[in-house]
């Protein structure tokens, strides 16, 4: 994205905020960080020596890192291609700014178990959990421990990208090497209200939770959540075909939240439900309006997108909309 488009916030954007704001008369104003140096990204890594994310250099010195719950990762333990929340500030000149918390959590992590559809590491789909997960690599999809489709076969990998409704669109994929890490799964999705089962928020496929055998925890009354809440939960994976995960952990997470954002954002993502009369779409689950930005690129359901903008009252208001190659 344009720094100098970055460093500045339009005077469109700044207009449509205020007649949003106002709507509703006399309450109090919904507006997020205007005229602060405060920005929340997300997006893919694309670089180290500090940490390059949506065309930005974040100092990291100093700053908290979170890798998959672990609060005391460190820099060297992220990798290039991996989908990362920075919390920072930006600096006047919209290429550099200062990273206070930079968190990473995979989207799933899992066995592969169908890599018919893989034409190369670069084109095509590889399926997840029996073929209820469907995950999409392309030119820019980062591996580690992989050299060809057919190390995919049978191993157990960790995948970082974007959801999409038939599944996730891969960034970055690793394959687990040592037996301690080829075992555990992570999967995420909506908890039942009985902690019985859980959608996975990729596919909507359900997985069964094993709250009898020994070990097994159950989500809510041994690990304290909330049935009805999105989740994370770690575990080993039974049936044949899967169906089934006993939980070792998990913890009610979502990292693309914006409860407590203000200023500036910029979201990297799948476009969804794309409606180009109200020019408008959602994007890591949040509504966008881009009906005052200015977009780089053709607009498509399924599209790559990276956004600029700010929250008002729930809705992204996009100043900059750039599709990605």
């Not at 719950?69 to 500030?89: D, P």
């Not at 060809?148 to 038939?166: C, I, K, Y």
Request: proline share 2%; aromatic share 4%; hydrophobic share 35%.
């Amino acid at each position: 994205m344009n720094n100098i488009h970055r460093a500045l916030l339009t005077g469109s954007i700044l207009t449509l905020m205020a007649g949003l704001s106002a709507c509703g008369g006399g309450g109090s104003s919904n507006l997020a960080g205007i005229g602060g140096t405060g920005i929340t990204t997300i997006g893919t890594i694309t670089g180290f020596g500090s940490i390059f994310v949506n065309g930005v250099e974040y100092e990291t010195t100093g700053a908290r890192i979170v890798k998959d719950g672990a609060t005391a990762a460190t820099e060297k333990s992220l990798e290039v291609g991996m989908v990362v929340k920075v919390t920072g500030t930006l600096n006047p000149d919209g290429s550099t700014g200062t990273a206070t918390e930079v968190v990473y959590n995979d989207e799933i992590q899992g066995p592969v178990t169908d890599t018919s559809s893989l034409a190369s590491l670069s084109q095509g789909t590889f399926s997840m959990l029996d073929n209820t997960i469907t995950v999409s690599v392309d030119a820019n999809t980062k591996w580690k421990n992989v050299t060809s489709p057919g190390d995919l076969v049978n191993a157990f990998v960790e995948v970082s990208g974007f959801r999409t409704t038939q599944g996730i669109t891969a960034t970055y994929v690793e394959k687990k090497t040592t037996p301690e890490e080829a075992d555990k799964a992570e999967v995420k999705g909506t908890l039942d209200s009985g902690g019985l089962t859980i959608t996975l928020v990729y596919g909507n496929s359900t997985l069964n939770i094993d709250t009898t055998s020994s070990g097994c925890k159950h989500p809510i009354t041994d690990l304290g959540l909330t049935g009805g809440s999105f989740v994370e939960l770690k575990g080993t994976l039974s049936g044949s075909p899967i169906d089934t995960i006993c939980v070792l952990s998990g913890e009610e997470e979502d990292e693309h939240a914006v409860d407590d954002v203000s200023g500036t954002v910029e979201f990297e993502g799948i476009i969804s439900r794309l409606n180009t009369g109200t020019r408008t779409f959602n994007l890591l689950g949040h509504p966008v309006n881009y009906s005052q930005a200015s977009v780089s690129g053709t607009l498509t359901e399924g599209a790559q997108v990276e956004v600029h903008g700010e929250f008002v009252g729930g809705t992204l208001i996009a100043e900059e909309v750039e599709v990605e190659d």
